[in-house]
Structure formats: C-alpha cells, structure tokens
C-alpha cells in the first residue's frame, strides 16, 4: 500500500555530484517527516538529514556544508542533492517517512539506492 522508491544512485567521482529522489505513493506526503539514512557495509546505519513537515532541516555533522534535503509536496518527493561527494559517502542511501502516529507502525522505508564514489 504505501511505497517509497528512491532513485538517482550510481558511481561518481569525488569531487563529483548526486541527486537522489524518493517518491511516496498510498499515503498523504504533506503529513509525512521525511529523511535520508545511509549505511555502509559493517557499519551502523546513520541518519544523514531530515526534513519536517514544516520544512525545518537537519544534517549529520559529516555532510553539513556538501549535502541538501529538500521536498516537494506537489510531487510527492523528496531530495538530497549530493555535492563535493567524497569516498566515505559510500553507502546504501535509504528514503525514509514518518507518519503523524509516531511510532514504527506508521513508519516506512525505500528499498534503498547505491552510491559509490570512487576514482
């Protein structure tokens, strides 16, 4: 029923840019909290930025500066433009939505986009 897939992934030098894409079905986006995780093989997956409702941003320490969250309610997506990519942001890249009931029952997940960046 509801179901986020991401797209945009792929190889790139660093140095170099991305743009990923999330687009929700069967559900209401506007009501959704949206955000960007990412896990690299063996590590812990880590929260890489977020996006309210409201559109209030956050971003890990290690992506400030080079990366954007951003959404667009008219198209049921969201976006994280990717600048400045570095090998260590390597990783599984996984769409991530909260709904208003707050908890993991109304949680959802992409089914993930790879991003390599390497010479």
């Known amino acids: 029923q509801v179901q986020l897939v991401e797209s945009g992934g792929g190889l790139e030098q660093p140095g170099g840019s991305l743009r990923l894409s999330c687009t929700a079905s069967?559900?209401?986006?506007?009501?959704?909290?949206m955000a960007w995780y990412r896990q690299a093989p063996g590590k812990q997956r880590e929260l890489v930025a977020a996006?309210?409702?409201?559109?209030?941003?956050n971003y890990a320490d290690s992506v400030k500066g080079r990366f954007t969250i951003s959404r667009d309610n008219a198209k049921n997506t969201v976006y994280l433009q990717m600048n400045s990519l570095k090998a260590d942001d390597t990783a599984v890249y996984y769409c991530?939505?909260?709904?208003?009931?707050?908890?993991?029952?109304?949680?959802?997940w992409g089914q993930g986009t790879q991003v390599t960046v390497s010479s």
């Open positions: 991530n939505a909260q709904g208003p009931l707050l908890g993991n029952s109304d949680m959802y």
């Open positions: 069967g559900i209401t986006f506007s009501l959704l909290a």
């Open positions: 996006i309210t409702r409201s559109g209030t941003t």
